[in-house]
């Protein structure tokens, strides 16, 4: 850092001058005066006064969070601000991590309202018909170019220059994008790429791409469970013969064992590389799947898990992952003699069981036709639910933040509030789990992305001060020489 | 169609014989107010027209003795209308992919009634494009007062229109086109390379050698050619073409942008003027590279709102240079058209960049404002002649000139 050596010289001439003036912090300030060029470029952000809570269970109140270029620089109390910070004022507010939507609708990415929709009440140009192609699909999911599921990605490493196709959609000014951000969702999972919601820009969208592999596991296709189970077989054996390979000598070593057969996907799992993900419900599969994550040592993700409760233990020693809609209502079977259904403890008896859990709703689009509450922008309060069933709060917290993060592979970037991470933060007027809580600000990378005063979505709820007037419309100030010009003599 | 004929409202101040005679070589115009759109609006205007070319324009100016005067001081002129973006009397629709070098004007059929039509509502100049998504092609700027291909066409290489959307696909065709240019260059290189070759081996071989006894020596080195998608995109790298893409939203700009980042050259923006439009987002970075934008004079809502708003007058307030095109691709619309860009000024619009949206902008576009777009020293007499303001609806078109002759307009009015 060039502040530090510009620093550096000039504090050995206060120390000797006067050893007792030797104190970091002014040094730091003069530096700014006398050093031209070293904030170059540098985006200081803080967001001062609020309580922090930073999603690994501490709770720092009436703190600061300093930004530094999009990357959390400090949290603490009394920090120094360097000249040009700009600054939020979060008195009485609360910080949370930025929300991690797991499956969410590609209508955050990508949705903006279709410009074209509506009738042409004129002839339409040539091109213009060629707007409206594709209208019929709008309300439908988009869905982008299929991965492969066989690629491989190495996305931990690969984080800098990182593209998928997203990139090349992504639609910064997305009106569904920006009401994500107005309920605290700053990364979104679309078809298996994590998405770092950013408005207004679109470089560096994409944070993984890959990171879950899909695999059947159910108890009416038998055949299906014997053949994934002889895959992970294979695959485990080809990596030991691998391995035993590699061990020997050269020239005692006969060929490479063949990788002919093994399934890429179960490999990619077996080596670590991505992670299995099944949908499934019932205790039986989820049993089964249990045990196939252990013979093989792979942690599995579980989308569902609606009889998770019952079979807790067993996948709390599979080191599972769980991706719950605490709302979930499914009827026990009276004529079983076990327990089974849904339970609205389900979260609670997973985590407490030592799995991960993540909350997602019971609608991951983002739906203003019926659904309200249950859609994605219900994300926070479906975590709430989970509370209700006897989950821990910050488990719930972490169910939307850091659990759905290591999922993707991206919680060495997002999840939680701490330094060196994405300045990822929402700012809310109360508890972010509390069904009356709203979302003030929301900032991405250092970036105040949604100030509810602004939008025209929650500005008239309790807005913040009474002589605030929203106008969405607003044309920019009427020139008013222009206006009186046109009248013509 | 266009007659060498002067119409004549008032019997008065005439210094030449009854309508229905062509307009002499050198004659002088006088009016009431002439807007220049270059250099504002000039009242009393006095406009030397020599051989279709206007001679000198000004204020009162002194008319020699001789010349003859046509006298029209109840009336306004303006330059005549330039629409830069149309398909008229060109049908279907086009392919998709990539086909710079196709153009537009081997589709001009230009009997066609239509064409004159137009320039009696005004627009004397109409810019044609190739239709299709994709790069299409070529677009080709006529004067629509004329009958036949030749008296037509002002220019066959107007702008290269290529349609673009936020996705890979048209990220890939973008740098597949470019790409071209960058292979041809290196053809081009391989060729001199093995032609340099060819050289040192001919005189190593042939130094001692009688002159006559000598092979053939190899001839001056000829650079391949470029192909049809190399040859355009390297007009356009060159600044000979300048390109116009269609998009639809801000997002698509700001992808456009992200390929476009370290290649120079000129390009314009196609934006259909819809409802949810949300080009405002950007309309401070279109403006400070002062881009044209191409659009309707249309007010458009904001998403999920009833809400207008003005972004034509966003865009030009921001420093973009405005270009508006008529609402729809029809007689009718050409012949609203001033209406509705009255609409836009109602609304906020700069006057001033409305008429030069409709003039010198669309001319500027097509490549053609050497020629015409504004009233200036050495451009075309192309007049259009107003009882009162051209944006105020009530106010009549009275007659046409083009290139320093009235058209003959019974049937319009």
């Not at chain 1, 120094?80 to 600054?87: D, F, I, S, V």
């Not at chain 2, 008032?10 to 062509?22: E, N, Q, Y």
């Not at chain 2, 314009?268 to 590279?289: C, F, Y």
């Not at chain 2, 012949?335 to 008429?355: E, Y």
Request: hydrophobic share 40%; glycine share 10%; charged share 25%.
């Amino acid at each position: 850092m060039k502040t530090l050596d510009m620093t550096r010289p000039l504090s050995f001439l206060f120390a000797g001058l006067a050893a007792a003036t030797l104190a970091v912090a002014p040094g730091l300030a003069f530096d700014d005066h006398e050093g031209g060029d070293e904030d170059d470029g540098d985006a200081y952000y803080a967001i001062v006064g609020g309580d922090i809570y930073t999603g690994t269970g501490e709770v720092l109140r009436g703190a600061t969070l300093l930004s530094k270029n999009g990357k959390i620089h400090e949290i603490g109390y009394e920090l120094y601000l360097p000249e040009g910070t700009e600054t939020l004022d979060a008195t009485g507010l609360r910080l949370y991590p930025g929300m991690v939507a797991l499956s969410a609708t590609s209508n955050l990415s990508q949705g903006n309202f279709a410009p074209g929709l509506e009738f042409h009440d004129f002839t339409p140009h040539e091109d213009d018909h060629s707007i409206c192609g594709d209208c019929g699909k709008f309300y439908e999911e988009i869905v982008p170019a299929a991965v492969d599921p066989g690629e491989v990605s190495t996305t931990h490493l690969a984080v800098e220059g990182f593209r998928t196709d997203f990139d090349d959609s992504f639609d910064p000014f997305g009106g569904y994008m920006v009401m994500a951000l107005a309920n605290g969702i700053t990364t979104a999972e679309q078809s298996n790429v994590a998405i770092k919601l950013k408005r207004g820009e679109i470089e560096g969208v994409s944070l993984s791409e890959s990171q879950l592999t899909s695999f059947q596991w159910s108890g009416s296709n038998p055949s299906g469970k014997t053949d994934l189970r002889q895959k992970f077989r294979d695959g485990y054996q080809y990596l030991r013969d691998m391995r035993l390979w590699e061990e020997l000598d050269k020239d005692v070593r006969g060929d490479e064992p063949s990788k002919r057969g093994i399934d890429s996907r179960v490999l990619s799992v077996l080596e670590g590389k991505t992670l299995a993900r099944f949908s499934s419900n019932e205790q039986g599969d989820l049993l089964g799947i249990a045990r196939l994550a252990q013979q093989y040592g792979f942690r599995p993700v579980i989308q569902g898990a609606v009889e998770g409760w019952v079979v807790a233990d067993e996948l709390g020693r599979a080191g599972a992952y769980a991706i719950v809609n605490p709302r979930v209502r499914r009827d026990p079977n009276e004529r079983l003699a076990h327990p089974n259904g849904s339970s609205i403890e389900n979260a609670a008896l997973l985590s407490a069981a030592g799995v991960q859990v993540a909350i997602v709703p019971s609608n991951t689009r983002i739906d203003l036709g019926g659904s309200a509450g249950r859609d994605l922008l219900g994300l926070a309060l479906e975590a709430g639910f989970a509370i209700r069933g006897g989950l821990a709060e910050h488990r719930a917290l972490q169910g939307i933040t850091t659990v759905p993060a290591r999922m993707l592979g991206i919680d060495h970037r997002v999840g939680t509030l701490e330094v060196g991470k994405d300045a990822d933060v929402v700012v809310a007027d109360g508890d972010l789990l509390h069904y009356q809580t709203l979302v003030q600000y929301t900032v991405v990378e250092g970036k105040v992305v949604y100030d509810k005063a602004e939008e025209i979505f929650y500005a008239h709820i309790r807005p913040r001060t009474t002589e605030e007037v929203v106008d969405p419309g607003e044309q920019a100030p009427a020139d008013e020489e222009s206006v009186e010009e046109s009248v013509e003599d | 169609m266009k007659m060498r004929k002067l119409l004549f409202g008032m019997a008065g101040a005439l210094a030449l014989a009854s309508p229905g005679l062509a307009t002499p070589d050198l004659f002088a115009l006088k009016v009431r107010n002439a807007e220049s759109v270059s250099q504002g609006t000039i009242e009393h205007a006095v406009i030397l027209i020599e051989d279709g070319k206007i001679l000198t324009i000004g204020q009162d100016l002194e008319i020699e003795r001789g010349i003859p005067v046509v006298d029209r001081t109840d009336l306004v002129v303006t330059p005549g209308f330039v629409d830069c973006y149309s398909r008229m009397g060109m049908s279907g629709s086009g392919p998709s992919g990539t086909f710079p070098w196709l153009k537009a004007t081997t589709e001009l059929s230009p009997r066609q009634g239509v064409y004159n039509e137009l320039a009696e509502v005004g627009v004397t100049t109409l810019g044609l494009y190739t239709p299709g998504s994709g790069i299409s092609g070529q677009a080709v700027a006529i004067d629509t007062s004329g009958s036949s291909a030749d008296e037509m066409v002002l220019s066959d290489s107007a702008y290269l229109k290529a349609v673009v959307r936020s996705n890979s696909s048209s990220r890939r065709m973008l740098e597949g086109a470019f790409e071209k240019v960058d292979k041809h260059h290196e053809a081009v290189e391989k060729a001199r390379e093995k032609w340099e070759k060819d050289q040192e081996k001919w005189e190593k071989d042939n130094k001692k050698k009688d002159k006559d006894e000598r092979d053939p020596e190899p001839g001056p080195f000829e650079a391949p050619e470029p192909d049809g998608v190399a040859g355009t995109m390297m007009k356009v790298l060159d600044g000979e073409l300048s390109m116009m893409f269609g998009i639809r939203k801000a997002a698509d700009y700001l992808h456009l942008q992200s390929f476009i980042e370290g290649r120079e050259f000129e390009f314009s923006l196609r934006v259909p003027a819809v409802n949810d439009l949300d080009l405002w987002e950007v309309t401070d970075q279109i403006g400070e590279l002062g881009l044209r934008v191409i659009m309707e004079p249309r007010l458009t809502t904001r998403a999920w709102t009833m809400r207008e708003r003005n972004i034509p007058a966003e865009l030009a307030r921001a420093g973009a240079e405005l270009v508006l095109i008529p609402n729809g691709d029809s007689l009718g619309s050409a012949k609203r058209w001033r209406h509705d860009v009255g609409h836009l000024i109602k609304n906020g619009l700069d006057r001033d960049a409305a008429l030069r949206a409709m003039t010198l902008g669309p001319a500027i576009e097509l490549g053609v404002d050497e020629r015409l777009g504004s009233l200036d020293v050495g451009k075309d007499a192309n007049l259009l002649f107003f009882d009162g303001d051209p944006f105020q609806p009530t106010t009549n078109l009275v007659s046409v000139m083009v290139g320093g002759d009235f058209l003959d307009m019974e049937d319009v009015r």
